[in-house]
């Protein structure tokens, strides 16, 4: 296993393993009351993005037919660079308690061994089981200050020891031009058609400098290798749907045959292209595609791989 990934193998409640990558993504996962901290909430989201780190919170994802606290909060805990929680009491009938949410969710941090930027206000006083812990305790005019100097340490301290020169989108697309291939432009009713068939599954279209050859392309380096390997079959069975329908639209005058056999044609040349995030998934993803080929030509790459083929454009006589 690559030694520089350390992914989640223990569900905290009981689901099978999520192989969620700890710290991958460059974003900051916020825990806070929704009705206690609604300006801090502001503060914090603009100097974050000033610092080109994603504010994540719960509240703000949709998780349609997931499992919410894994999809919603467990995962952008596991993910993000670091996080900040607003420990800041409710206030009901003039007594101020803990928020049971915020509080479980700094909890969770804490389990993960994540760096996290504790907040709350001074004058209210932190739950006994982490009041040893160091906390930034602020007022209101000086929050916006204790803040950006909490998060700039937290980019420093969390910051990998060889960061990449460049995003991991912008990464994708030198890795991308190395293969001779472009992300397709989607201007034509033709590309749109085809593009539509893998973006219900993740998958954007490309296609070679020439325009000839198009190739299904799948980031999948937050999934785990079987729903990997389900969304490649998936995509299988839209191509083949398509394909086999041509002959009733043919037949119906919704296309020629003119049409169909250049679809088939455009479908024989048509390939498969995943990345995932090691080399044990990619082994992992091959094994089981083996098993059960997609009929498709199909490539997977590991970050390995792509960094491996990023290192030969500096390599000296490149």
Same mark, same amino acid.
């Given at each position: 296993?690559?030694?520089?990934?350390?992914?989640?193998?223990?569900?905290?409640?009981?689901?099978?393993?999520?192989?969620?990558?700890?710290?991958?993504?460059?974003?900051?996962?916020?825990?806070?009351?929704?009705?206690? +901290? $609604?300006?801090?909430?502001?503060?914090?989201?603009? &100097?974050?993005?000033?610092?080109?780190?994603? /504010? %994540?919170?719960?509240? =703000?994802?949709?998780?349609?037919?997931?499992?919410?606290?894994?999809?919603?909060?467990?995962?952008?805990?596991?993910?993000?660079?670091?996080?900040?929680?607003?420990?800041?009491?409710?206030?009901?009938?003039?007594?101020?308690?803990?928020?049971?949410?915020?509080?479980?969710?700094?909890?969770?941090?804490?389990?993960?061994?994540?760096?996290?930027?504790?907040?709350?206000?001074?004058?209210?006083?932190?739950?006994?089981?982490?009041?040893?812990?160091?906390?930034?305790?602020?007022?209101?005019?000086?929050?916006?200050?204790?803040?950006?100097?909490?998060?700039?340490?937290?980019?420093?301290?969390?910051?990998?020891?060889?960061?990449?020169?460049? +995003? $991991?989108?912008?990464?994708?697309?030198?890795?991308? &031009?190395?293969?001779?291939?472009?992300?397709? /432009? %989607?201007?034509?009713? =033709?590309?749109?058609?085809?593009?539509?068939?893998?973006?219900?599954?993740?998958?954007?279209?490309?296609?070679?400098?020439?325009?000839?050859?198009?190739?299904?392309?799948?980031?999948?380096?937050?999934?785990?290798?079987?729903?990997?390997?389900?969304?490649?079959?998936?995509?299988?069975?839209?191509?083949?749907?398509?394909?086999?329908?041509?002959?009733?639209?043919?037949?119906?005058?919704?296309?020629?045959?003119?049409?169909?056999?250049?679809?088939?044609?455009?479908?024989?040349?048509?390939?498969?292209?995943?990345?995932?995030?090691?080399?044990?998934?990619?082994?992992?993803?091959?094994?089981?595609?083996?098993?059960?080929?997609?009929?498709?030509?199909?490539?997977?790459?590991?970050?390995?791989?792509?960094?491996?083929?990023?290192?030969?454009?500096? /390599?000296?006589?490149?």
């Amino acid at each position: 296993m690559d030694k520089r990934i350390r992914r989640n193998e223990i569900c905290v409640i009981g689901l099978p393993r999520c192989d969620f990558v700890f710290s991958s993504t460059r974003t900051c996962f916020i825990a806070y009351g929704f009705e206690e +901290s $609604p300006l801090e909430m502001g503060i914090l989201r603009r &100097l974050l993005e000033e610092r080109g780190i994603q /504010a %994540i919170e719960a509240g =703000g994802t949709l998780a349609p037919g997931q499992n919410a606290f894994c999809a919603k909060i467990c995962s952008k805990i596991i993910t993000a660079q670091f996080c900040a929680v607003l420990l800041n009491n409710e206030e009901n009938a003039g007594i101020t308690i803990p928020n049971a949410n915020v509080n479980m969710e700094y909890g969770l941090m804490l389990g993960f061994n994540k760096y996290v930027i504790p907040l709350q206000r001074a004058s209210q006083k932190l739950p006994f089981n982490v009041s040893g812990l160091d906390t930034v305790k602020y007022i209101d005019p000086d929050f916006e200050r204790l803040a950006a100097a909490a998060i700039d340490q937290a980019v420093r301290e969390t910051r990998q020891d060889s960061p990449p020169s460049y +995003s $991991p989108d912008q990464v994708l697309e030198v890795f991308l &031009l190395t293969r001779k291939t472009l992300v397709a /432009a %989607i201007d034509t009713e =033709g590309d749109r058609n085809l593009y539509r068939m893998g973006s219900p599954l993740g998958f954007s279209l490309l296609h070679d400098f020439a325009a000839m050859n198009y190739m299904y392309f799948g980031n999948f380096t937050a999934l785990r290798p079987e729903i990997v390997v389900w969304r490649a079959r998936m995509l299988k069975e839209i191509l083949d749907g398509r394909r086999e329908s041509m002959t009733s639209r043919v037949q119906v005058g919704l296309a020629t045959e003119v049409q169909a056999r250049v679809f088939a044609d455009l479908l024989d040349r048509t390939q498969v292209w995943l990345v995932v995030t090691s080399n044990d998934d990619k082994r992992a993803v091959q094994e089981a595609l083996n098993r059960s080929p997609l009929g498709y030509r199909t490539e997977i790459f590991s970050i390995p791989d792509v960094e491996a083929e990023l290192e030969k454009l500096t /390599a000296p006589g490149a």
